[in-house]
């Protein structure tokens, strides 16, 4: 069982658009968040942690996390064709947190079109 | 500050092969991780290492999939023998376990893999 499900498979948005990603994990243990975003040929980079209920704000990308349904979202405004790429969310909890072993979704794939 | 370094960047295989992947963590970090990236399966963990001790050794993987650590600054992953259905990309990672940014892996590059 897929214990952190990313949705949609695919997005494609304008360049300027807004860009939003979501995630749900089946597992309660499953307290920390965070993104990564993978460009072709590269590794995964990661992006932005959010830990608390609420919304976390790092420049263009916003990150908000509801702990009691265990949804997290990512939302990227004014995307540019560089944010094109391959987005994951990944999830771990507390006992694992200090190791640093993630659970990854499956991705999303985000194409910003000029 | 280096990253983590991943050798070769690609490498193709006969079936039957053995073959080694190289990783260097980043410096200072204490935990290291091997995943396969297929479009299929997606990240999967084959291994995971703190201060050198294996503490994970994925189960679907045991049998040709061998992760080493002999120093703190170098892992290698022995495929023995290879198949067709391990083409995939193969990523090392590292995080500093314990500090503040304890929960953060850093990636390499991946070795791409491709098996005839």
């Known amino acids: 069982q897929q214990k952190v499900q990313q949705s949609p498979e695919s997005l494609s948005v304008p360049e300027g658009g807004m860009a939003s990603f979501n995630c749900t994990s089946s597992d309660r243990n499953f307290q920390y968040f965070w993104w990564y975003r993978q460009h072709s040929g590269e590794g995964p980079k990661a992006l932005m942690s959010i830990f608390s209920d609420g919304d976390k704000k790092e420049g263009r990308f916003t990150a908000h996390l509801n702990k009691a349904s265990l949804h997290v979202s990512l939302h990227i405004r004014d995307s540019q064709p560089s944010d094109s790429a391959l987005y994951f969310c990944?999830?771990?909890?507390?006992?694992?947190?200090?190791?640093?072993?993630?659970?990854f979704g499956d991705g999303t794939v985000l194409t910003v079109k000029p | 500050d280096a990253g983590v370094t991943q050798t070769p960047r690609h490498e193709v295989a006969e079936k039957g092969q053995t073959i080694i992947l190289k990783c260097e963590p980043v410096?200072?970090?204490?935990?290291l991780f091997w995943y396969r990236q297929t479009k299929i399966q997606g990240l999967e963990l084959l291994s995971y290492?703190?201060?050198?001790?294996?503490?994970?050794d994925g189960g679907a993987f045991k049998d040709r999939f061998k992760a080493e650590m002999l120093n703190s600054s170098f892992s290698t992953l022995k495929i023995q023998p290879t198949e067709p259905k391990d083409s995939a990309v193969y990523l090392c990672?590292?995080?500093?376990?314990?500090?503040?940014?304890?929960?953060?892996?850093?990636f390499g590059s991946g070795t791409r893999l491709t098996v005839l």
């Open positions: 990672a590292s995080s500093l376990a314990g500090g503040a940014s304890a929960e953060t892996l850093y």
């Open positions: 410096s200072g970090h204490n935990d």
């Open positions: 290492f703190r201060s050198k001790s294996l503490m994970e």
């Open positions: 990944a999830a771990s909890d507390p006992y694992n947190t200090n190791t640093g072993k993630l659970t």
